[in-house]
């Protein structure tokens, strides 16, 4: 689905990515790991076409973005639900989940697609259908992650990029927000997830890549990498082996990881 090889993008004289490769196929949960400062974002930006990368190559089923405007990369099937959420905070629940469709009216069946896609989200997030008349500035972090997440969807995206989802939220609605995103893949869409908590992103995900100082220096399946003792020092804060290394078996909720 997605294929990136040797991306570099600068800011002025700082180069925050230095050559990434990597890959994400359709169906597969692919996060993206690295403390601050990483180069996380960047990536997501130039995926998204924010930002215009010095040199490589972005492909989405087989199709150049790395010179493609945003707008033409959103129709393309690409949505960011960015750090921060960065909702309309004045405009409603409502209006907030219709512009996420805005540039892909046609390929979710018009007013109608939409509306029926609004009320999906609102079926499974019922808070929403709640407040679905409030402005989004009024909700509560953990559902302004659920409406972020859901306006993305309703571009019925080819693949979805979330930047750091937990991001402010208190541990409880973190789970419950992994928790959306472990059904997303579940029901077979293509995520790109980019998280700083590594313990839980690599819980979820089929395979992960490790980016420090704007370069992959790890990747691997999700198993692999909470078994490796380098990932468990540098980014779990623990010894591999021990019993929280272990993935959730298919079909359970986040439980606790102390
Ligand atoms: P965070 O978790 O803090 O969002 P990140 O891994 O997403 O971190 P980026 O935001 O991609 O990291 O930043 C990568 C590097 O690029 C950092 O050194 C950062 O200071 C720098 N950077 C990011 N945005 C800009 C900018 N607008 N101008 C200059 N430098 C920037």
Redesign the pocket.
């Known amino acids: 689905m997605l294929e990136i090889r040797d991306l570099r993008v600068r800011?002025?004289s700082?180069e925050?990515?230095r050559g990434v490769s990597l890959t994400v196929g359709a169906g597969e949960l692919v996060a993206l790991i690295?403390?601050?400062?990483?180069?996380?974002?960047?990536?997501?930006?130039a995926i998204t076409g924010i930002l215009r990368p010095v040199e490589g190559s972005i492909r989405l089923e087989g199709q150049e973005l790395a010179a493609e405007p945003a707008h033409r990369i959103v129709a393309r099937g690409v949505a960011l639900v960015p750090?921060g959420r960065r909702l309309f905070g004045d405009q409603t629940v409502m209006d907030n989940l219709f512009l996420g469709a805005y540039r892909r009216r046609r390929e979710v069946g018009g007013d109608a697609g939409m509306r029926a896609r609004a009320e999906e989200y609102l079926d499974r997030f019922p808070i929403l259908r709640e407040r679905r008349s409030a402005p989004a500035g009024s909700l509560s972090g953990g559902q302004q992650q659920m409406l972020a997440i859901s306006r993305g969807l309703m571009a019925s995206p080819r693949l979805l990029l979330l930047?750091?989802p937990s991001?402010g939220l208190a541990p409880l609605l973190v789970r419950q927000v992994f928790d959306i995103i472990r059904d997303l893949k579940r029901a077979g869409r293509t995520v790109l997830l980019?998280e700083?908590m590594a313990n839980l992103a690599l819980r979820i995900a089929d395979r992960a890549y490790i980016?420090e100082?704007?370069r992959i220096v790890l990747d691997g399946t999700s198993d692999a990498l909470l078994a490796n003792p380098e990932v468990a020092r540098g980014y779990l804060g623990r010894l591999a082996g021990t019993p929280t290394a272990r993935r959730e078996p298919p079909g359970r909720g986040i439980t606790e990881q102390q």
């Open positions: 800011y002025g700082i925050a990515l690295g403390s601050n400062g990483a180069g996380k974002s960047t990536c997501l930006k750090e930047d750091e991001l980019v700083q980016l100082q704007g």
